[in-house]
Antibody
Framework: EVQVLESGGGLIQPGGSLRLSCAVSGFTFSRYALTWVRQAPGKGLEWVSAIIRGGSTFYAGSVQGRFTISRDNSKNMVYLHMNSLRAEDTAVYYC???????????????????WGQGTLVTVSS | DIQMTQSPSTLSASVGDRVIITCRASQTLHTWLAWYQQKPGKAPQVLIYDASTLQSGVPSRFSGSGSGTEFTLTISSLQPDDFATYYCQQYNTYPTSFGQGTKVEIK
C-alpha cells in the first residue's frame, strides 16, 4: 500500500522560512513525480510545485523564486523549502504522487493520486 | 495559464437525486481532466481521470464526460456518503490548475 506522510508544518512569522518533508513508501519512489498542493482555510485547491523523476522542477507563479522543491531518492523523501513566507501562504500543504514527466523536450502534468493527509502552515506574527 | 470554472458553486440535493457538475476550461484540454472528491478535514481523492475513466474502487454511480473545454461529473443517484466538495483539475499544460469547487449539500 502506498503511503504519503507530510511533516514540518507549524506557526512561522512573516518573512520566515520553513521546510516541509514528505515521506513516501510502498512503491518505487524514483520512478514517479511528486507534487505539492495547498489549500488555504475555507478555500479551494492550489497547485504549488512539482518535481519529476529526472529532477526537473515546476512552480506556480505565486511561489516562484521563494519555494524550492527537492527530492532524495535514497530516502524516499521530497521536500518543500519555503522562504520569505507571507500571510497568504497560510494553508494546509498536501504532498502527493502524480504521473507527470517530460518526453521529447515537452513536459506534461497528470492527475494526482494518492495524497497525504496534509500539514498546516500558519504564517502570522 | 488555463482557468477552470465550475458550476454551480453550491448544490443542494436529496439522496437519490441525479447530480451534474460542470467544469469549463479557458483553453482546450482534449481529455486531460480529473475530478476529485474532498470531505471536511480530509485530503482530496480522485474519482475520474482522463475525463471519463473511473478510478479503481470508485462507485459506478460516478461518471465523467466531455472533451475540449466543457466537462461534466454526474452522480446518478446521490448517496449519503457523497455529500462533499468536488473539484476538477486540468493537466493539459503546466501549471496544472483546479476549479474553485462545488459543494454538494443536503437539501
Amino acid at each position: 500500500e502506498v503511503q504519503v506522510l507530510e511533516s514540518g508544518g507549524g506557526l512561522i512569522q512573516p518573512g520566515g522560512s520553513l521546510r516541509l518533508s514528505c515521506a513516501v513508501s510502498g512503491f518505487t519512489f524514483s520512478r514517479y513525480a511528486l507534487t505539492w498542493v495547498r489549500q488555504a482555510p475555507g478555500k479551494g485547491l492550489e497547485w504549488v510545485s512539482a518535481i519529476i523523476r529526472g529532477g526537473s522542477t515546476f512552480y506556480a507563479g505565486s511561489v516562484q523564486g521563494r519555494f524550492t522543491i527537492s527530492r532524495d531518492n535514497s530516502k524516499n523523501m521530497v521536500y518543500l523549502h519555503m522562504n520569505s513566507l507571507r500571510a497568504e501562504d497560510t494553508a494546509v500543504y498536501y504532498c502527493a504522487i502524480f504521473g507527470g514527466g517530460c518526453r521529447g523536450g515537452s513536459c506534461y502534468s497528470d492527475w494526482i493520486d494518492p495524497w497525504g493527509q496534509g500539514t498546516l502552515v500558519t504564517v502570522s506574527s | 495559464d488555463i482557468q477552470m470554472t465550475q458550476s454551480p458553486s453550491t448544490l443542494s440535493a436529496s439522496v437519490g437525486d441525479r447530480v451534474i457538475i460542470t467544469c469549463r476550461a479557458s483553453q482546450t484540454l482534449h481529455t486531460w481532466l480529473a475530478w476529485y472528491q474532498q470531505k471536511p478535514g480530509k485530503a482530496p481523492q480522485v474519482l475520474i481521470y482522463d475525463a471519463s475513466t473511473l478510478q479503481s474502487g470508485v462507485p459506478s454511480r460516478f461518471s465523467g464526460s466531455g472533451s475540449g473545454t466543457e466537462f461534466t461529473l454526474t452522480i446518478s443517484s446521490l448517496q449519503p456518503d457523497d455529500f462533499a466538495t468536488y473539484y476538477c483539475q486540468q493537466y493539459n499544460t503546466y501549471p496544472t490548475s483546479f476549479g474553485q469547487g462545488t459543494k454538494v449539500e443536503i437539501k
